[in-house]
């Protein structure tokens, strides 16, 4: 029964499609309209332009019943009677031609799906495979991203002027992250790309960085007055490496064939970075100072570190510890960028 409202379903769409000369689709809850494959649409078009032809064959040997009924003279109601009995017994006839047609319903739907699947029609298993083995294969992609992040600086020595005067400071990080599956089944993957950081330290307590006479030996001043806004902000350009689990489940292709959807469910990576600075930037905002000074403040112009982040499809929290010190030489000796954040993919 069910096979039959999906095949009036068809013959109906296209044969409506046929009279107003339009193009049917079907309409299926999708992103994008879906086509219907050309062999699919051929198939019921000739199947439909059959069943006209049937129905209009029992439809004039009906009419001619019916008119030589009428032609007898008989009461309203035997000649209904009689009408109702000659409409169940063509409709039982075009009934038995129709189904005599041997129309597939099953073939149909499988080449619909397919070809919704894959985009194009395939005529043998042989073609079908290759082509779901094309289509899911091991998963190379590049995608955007942006995090955000509190930053901490974390000393192994006594705490220096600057940990004893330290803001809220923080990381915010946008670019692309380039994701290599191992194989089509592997949950296991390689991830690198190219990110631009910018982290920002706070001072507090009306501190501000300032520069010995030397224009080199860089540290802490404290302002007389109210010290509105004060932070030291460098930039990187970062590039990580590294690997990538993926916790989802095996799918089935069809044709025995399996893939794992690598870039969905929850995943967890770790991976090493390490990054190069652009500049800096010490901006001040004060009662009687307002500036914004680029220049050398001995921030350490090669940084690396290591990080690790949990995923769940687009949405990612992480943790990036520096191995390196934040500043260079002996200037705030020994202070190492600890990051946690939240990582947007795209």
């Not at 073609?127 to 992040?149: H, P």
């Not at 501000?208 to 030397?214: D, L, P, R, V």
């Not at 989802?248 to 991976?271: P, T, W």
């Amino acid at each position: 029964m069910i096979k039959k409202f999906i095949l009036i379903g068809f013959v109906c769409l296209f044969s409506a499609s046929a009279y107003a000369q339009k193009t049917p689709a079907f309409n299926l809850p999708s992103k994008e309209e879906t086509e219907v494959s050309p062999m699919v649409k051929e198939k019921v078009e000739e199947y439909a332009t059959k069943i006209n032809i049937i129905i209009q064959e029992e439809k004039k040997l009906m009419e001619t019943e019916l008119l030589d009924l009428q032609s007898k003279g008989l009461d309203k109601a035997e000649f209904n009677k009689r009408k109702a009995e000659i409409a169940d017994r063509f409709s039982e006839k075009i009934d038995q031609r129709i189904e005599a047609l041997g129309f597939d319903l099953d073939e149909v739907i499988q080449k619909q799906v397919r070809y919704s699947l894959l985009n194009s029609d395939v005529m043998s298993k042989e073609e079908l495979k290759a082509k779901l083995l094309k289509k899911f294969r091991a998963t190379k992609s590049v995608s955007g991203y942006i995090s955000y992040g509190a930053m901490a600086l974390t000393n192994n020595l006594s705490d220096n002027e600057l940990d004893k005067n330290l803001g809220y400071s923080n990381n915010l990080e946008f670019g692309l992250k380039f994701n290599y599956q191992l194989s089509r089944t592997s949950p296991w993957g390689i991830i690198s790309g190219i990110g631009f950081s910018w982290r920002t330290i706070r001072l507090d307590n009306n501190m501000i960085f300032a520069k010995g006479g030397n224009n080199s030996n860089v540290h802490l001043e404290k302002l007389a007055g109210d010290v509105e806004k004060s932070k030291l902000r460098t930039g990187y350009i970062i590039v990580p490496l590294g690997v990538q689990y993926n916790f989802s489940k095996l799918k089935s292709a069809g044709m025995d064939i399996q893939y794992r959807d690598y870039n969905k469910g929850f995943k967890v990576g770790a991976n090493v970075y390490g990054g190069v600075r652009m500049s800096s930037n010490n901006i001040i905002s004060a009662d009687d100072v307002n500036s914004r000074n680029r220049g050398n403040y001995q921030v350490n112009p090669l940084i690396y570190g290591a990080q690790l982040t949990l995923s769940y499809n687009d949405y990612s929290i992480f943790v990036k510890k520096d191995f390196s010190n934040f500043f260079k030489d002996d200037t705030f000796k020994n202070d190492k960028a600890l990051v946690f954040g939240v990582m947007l993919w795209w």
